[in-house]
């Protein structure tokens, strides 16, 4: 499932141009991305009104896009996007990458899950960075305001001293703080209840988180 950037706002006169079921259609979207910070399925648009099939959502939605009240990205399955944001020249999609623990270590989920848009310019990372996100589980980082559920964008680059990373512990992947103690570097939970993490074989830091999504709000590190 494909996630966008998110406006409030829709220019006044494409919502006097829409029927009423056309303006329910386009405030639903609005408030299930701010909900889950992603577009819904043409399914989920097919079971919330009660359409008969989803092909009946699908008209809706290209209905909006004839109106010009929404907008297909070319060549990217249920890529939708607001008209403003095509005038913004610094938004990039970054692919989401499954979850990772914030818990204890577990094994990494590698298979794409669609895409979060962002403006680079405004996180400050270079818009040729290498950068990738990850859905949050578990709670071992609810110190550092990071919670189940959130997404973290992180970049590939070496970690600095007190860095939340994404790492791989001994053959297992977690998000913790980057920390280095009389030379030798471990991770850290920001959750008491928590125990630190030394690694007994290897330490790799697979990315520097660089920004956290929240119920389609940005968050900067």
Do not use: W
Not at 143 to 169: F, K, M, N, T
Request: glycine fraction near 6%.
């Amino acid at each position: 499932m494909q996630k966008v950037e998110f406006s409030n706002t829709v220019l006044k006169n494409t919502v006097l141009m829409l029927t009423d079921r056309q303006q329910q259609l386009l405030e639903f979207l609005r408030q299930y991305h701010l909900e889950h910070g992603l577009m819904p399925s043409t399914r989920e648009i097919q079971n919330h009104f009660g359409f008969a099939s989803q092909t009946a959502a699908v008209s809706h939605l290209r209905a909006l896009e004839k109106k010009g009240a929404i907008q297909r990205v070319p060549g990217k399955a249920r890529a939708l996007v607001f008209p403003e944001q095509l005038e913004r020249d610094e938004i990039v999609d970054i692919p989401i990458y499954g979850h990772i623990a914030a818990g204890m270590a577990s094994e990494t989920e590698q298979e794409q899950e669609g895409c979060v848009s962002i403006d680079v310019t405004s996180l400050g990372v270079p818009r040729n960075a290498k950068t990738f996100a990850l859905k949050v589980r578990g709670d071992s980082m609810i110190d550092a305001h990071i919670v189940s559920g959130d997404c973290v964008i992180l970049e590939l680059r070496e970690p600095r001293r007190g860095d939340v990373v994404a790492a791989l512990i001994d053959g297992e992947t977690t998000l913790k703080r980057y920390v280095i103690q009389d030379d030798l570097p471990y991770l850290q939970a920001e959750n008491e209840m928590y125990p630190d993490l030394v690694p007994v074989r290897e330490l790799v830091i697979q990315g520097v988180m660089v920004a956290l999504l929240r119920q389609g709000e940005r968050k900067v590190a």
